[in-house]
């Protein structure tokens, strides 16, 4: 369904001395999101998995550059084919109830989504009113504001906007933080089922547990690029890159241990493997050129020593 | 009552008399060395809570204390809050370095991987992960003797979640701070409270307990 390949996106910025630095937030990006599969893409904060949102939804700044090949059901995403498939065949749903207008009820601006969908005002209604029921919200919520829900109701008005919307491609930025364990287990479920009614679904996630329940495979991202895609089962045992197995490491459940160093500033990135300065198996070849994504034990790792 | 470390009694309170409490009757305590962690995700006034511990709000009723003196009402605060969004809290005018200035002279920079480049920078010109680190960098000085942190590494993943905290958790250690850690993460509390930095016994409290008197949970 969806399909983006060497995906690269940059910027250039000017400092004060009118100095141009190029930065380099995207790179060498690969991924498949099939219908009827949940892919969960996960990994470091500042790693680009919120541009690559922005950049399949067409809403990427107008100093981005961009590189490489998106296609949606076979045909490539333009910026005007993006514009008109954003809210229709592809659907965000937000961090929060902030992206919702404050100043409309809560039914009002659901119908509104489900007609922009294509839906006559009267199918539109009854959609609402299905999805909902659906999603055990009153009949009474559609008359609130925004303001006027608790954070678990927030989150299943998100997920019916997405449902209404009768997008085959739902994509959830960060769908969990701060919720409640009950709440974000039943948001998480949400996701699931709209996979399973034969939707793609892509979740943006820096939380892997979270990401672990319901994923069928996992996007690893570091420094702009996927290192790792594995099958959710792959975890933890059968993972091929060195820094998907750290990340699993440093989880407070398990040894809480961090490699040290930082992700590579996106205005230097080194010519070799962009983990290289950080890798535990890192030998002088690693530095010579960008490992390709390679095959390995049934999954995707960008690592010329994994096997 | 109890007058070594940080204690909060009684704390009541709400943004206006037309809003319900915000916070009704908590009373909770940070000694020093001690590690607390506050199970509490958001809408339970956990934010509210920690503004009250650390001065930033005063409580309608209720008393808090530091070694059994009120806050100071100027000059450095001896409990020092870290949030989650460090962009609320620096100013966005400054450079990092004047924003490092502003309390004491920071010890950490290098281990919390505050990049010396960083400095000539403007707040909106680093990642959130990175200003969280220059947040952190300024309050871990000799003036600040307790710590709370509000969900400072909700957003940030496992690595450097796991790469802050244990410098935070050295650092505590070393000098003796009392820290109280809110946050909804039960696998993250139970490492940083329990049986993990400090040799003194450590709790986790849970405010969605229908209770006034925080208790242990594990
Ligand atoms: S290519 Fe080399 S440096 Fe990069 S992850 Fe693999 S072993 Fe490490």
Redesign the interface.
């Known amino acids: 369904m969806l399909s983006i390949r060497q995906l690269g996106v940059s910027f250039t910025q000017y400092d004060q001395g009118l100095n141009q630095r190029q930065l380099t937030v995207i790179t060498d990006l690969d991924l498949e999101v099939q219908a009827g599969e949940v892919v969960a893409v996960?990994?470091?904060?500042?790693?680009g998995k919120s541009l690559l949102a922005h950049a399949v939804l067409g809403i990427l700044p107008d100093n981005a550059q961009v590189t490489g090949s998106l296609r949606f059901k076979g045909q490539p995403l333009t910026p005007a084919r993006c514009a008109q498939l954003r809210g229709q065949d592809i659907a965000l749903i937000p961090q929060s109830v902030g992206y919702l207008d404050p100043l409309m009820k809560v039914g009002p601006q659901v119908r509104r989504v489900a007609q922009l969908g294509g839906l006559s005002k009267a199918a539109a209604q009854t959609a609402v009113g299905r999805t909902f029921n659906r999603y055990d919200l009153l009949p009474s919520t559609q008359g609130r504001y925004p303001f006027q829900i608790?954070?678990g109701m927030a989150r299943r008005v998100l997920v019916a906007t997405a449902v209404v919307s009768q997008a085959d491609l739902v994509i959830a930025d960060?769908p969990t933080?701060?919720?409640?364990?009950e709440?974000a287990t039943e948001t998480l479920t949400h996701l699931r089922e709209l996979a399973d009614e034969g939707r793609g679904v892509m979740v943006i996630t820096?939380d892997?547990?979270a990401a672990l329940q319901i994923a069928d495979r996992v996007a690893v991202f570091y420094a702009g690029t996927t290192v790792e895609i594995a099958a959710a089962a792959d975890f933890p045992e059968r993972l091929r890159h060195p820094y998907t197995q750290?990340?699993?490491r440093?989880?407070?459940?398990n040894d809480?241990?961090?490699?040290?160093?930082?992700q590579p500033?996106p205005d230097q990135l080194p010519t070799g493997c962009l983990f290289s300065d950080r890798c535990p198996w890192f030998t002088p070849d690693c530095a010579a050129e960008r490992p390709a994504l390679r095959s390995v034990r049934g999954g995707l790792v960008r690592c010329i020593h994994a096997d | 009552m109890q007058t070594n470390g940080l204690v909060g009694q009684g704390l009541w309170f709400r943004y206006s008399p037309r809003h319900p409490w915000t916070v009704r009757d908590i009373s909770l305590s940070v000694g020093q060395g001690e590690v607390v962690g506050l199970m509490a995700p958001s809408g339970y006034g956990k934010t509210t809570l920690a503004k009250l511990l650390a001065g930033y709000l005063s409580p309608h009723r209720g008393s808090v204390l530091v070694e059994g003196n009120p806050l100071p009402r100027r000059g450095y605060c001896p409990v020092q809050l870290i949030f989650q969004n460090p962009e609320l809290t620096v100013n966005p005018r400054w450079r990092i370095e004047r924003i490092l200035r502003e309390g004491q002279a920071p010890t950490q920079l290098d281990r919390l991987g505050v990049h010396p480049g960083w400095l000539r920078r403007y707040p909106h010109e680093l990642s959130g992960g990175e200003l969280q680190r220059v947040a952190i960098a300024r309050v871990l000085n000799p003036a600040t003797r307790y710590l709370i942190a509000d969900e400072i590494t909700a957003m940030l993943d496992a690595n450097t979640q796991a790469q802050i905290w244990q410098t935070v958790l050295a650092y505590v250690q070393q000098h003796q701070l009392g820290l109280l850690v809110i946050g909804h993460d039960a696998a993250l509390l139970k490492r940083l409270c329990v049986g993990g930095a400090s040799p003194k016994e450590n709790r986790i409290l849970d405010l969605t307990q229908p209770t006034t008197a925080l208790v242990p949970q594990f």
């Open positions: 996960v990994g470091a904060s500042g790693s608790s954070g960060e933080p701060g919720l409640h364990p709440i820096h892997i547990e750290a990340l699993w440093s989880l407070p459940q809480f241990i961090p490699v040290p160093g930082h500033s």
